[in-house]
């Protein structure tokens, strides 16, 4: 028996609990939501499927991140704290298999949770206002399910990382408080320390990229190249010294960088950042699990 064993029997159970058709069900009413919002906030001519994708994006920044952390955080500690944990150790499983079998199976679930949310959403978009380009649709998916990914990984790793439910829980908490709030504050602290002021109309690249290796950033990042436009911070906390009223064409980053834009503020980057933080936090739970008295 391998961590395939143990995917395969998490995303069962997941199936049996009802827990993966809960997840659809909130991710459908939250896409369905974001069409109503499209459609009355924007006159007839304006309501274009364009418009349906941004919000998709804007509004995934807050559901995707707590759909994931839901069905993550407890992956291993809730095993531990039933009891079940031992009786999985009693199969020819190493810690190794368990920790990565969680998260491959938490993954299968948020993958087929955001397909199907995302399907449908897609569906609606359709025949309520025409049917969007297949090819920014597929790629703002992708984006969408890696996102999800991301932070199941951070949430199993967290979960392999810790003792107790409540810690498992102000953990998960606190991470999604620092990734909204706190996240993009930081960075701008930073850069007022090291340049003196803060970031303007105008700044250093690297500034860009300390903002983007949250997962939400990088999914920013992602989503930015299928959506047509920028895609903004869901909480705009008023940091950045940016005149009132400026364009929103002025706020695209090729502007706000002085010659050619480097590598790490491609969008490719972005997936690159969501991949490591779907690996790295399950490795370090990991590392933590195994020294773990059970």
Sequence with gaps: MTWAQVARKDFEDAVRSKMLWGLVGVFVAFMAFVLVVAINTADAAEATSEAALGLTANFAQLFVPLIAMIAGYLAVVGERRTGSLRILLGYPHSRRDVVFGKFVGRSTVIAVTLAIGSAVSILLVALVIKSPDLA????????IVLFGISVAGLAVGISASVTSRGRAMALAIGSMLVFWLVWDAMAAGVYA??????PGLTAEGWYFLLKRLSPIGAFRTVAEGFVGGRVPPIFRLGIEEIPPNTPSEQLVLSKRVAGQLPFYLKNWFGAVTLAAWGVVPTLVGYLRFRRMDL
Excluded at 193 to 198: D, E, I, N, Q
């Design 136 to 143: 920014n649709v597929a790629g703002l998916l992708t984006a």
């Design 193 to 198: 320390a090291v340049t003196g002021s803060l």
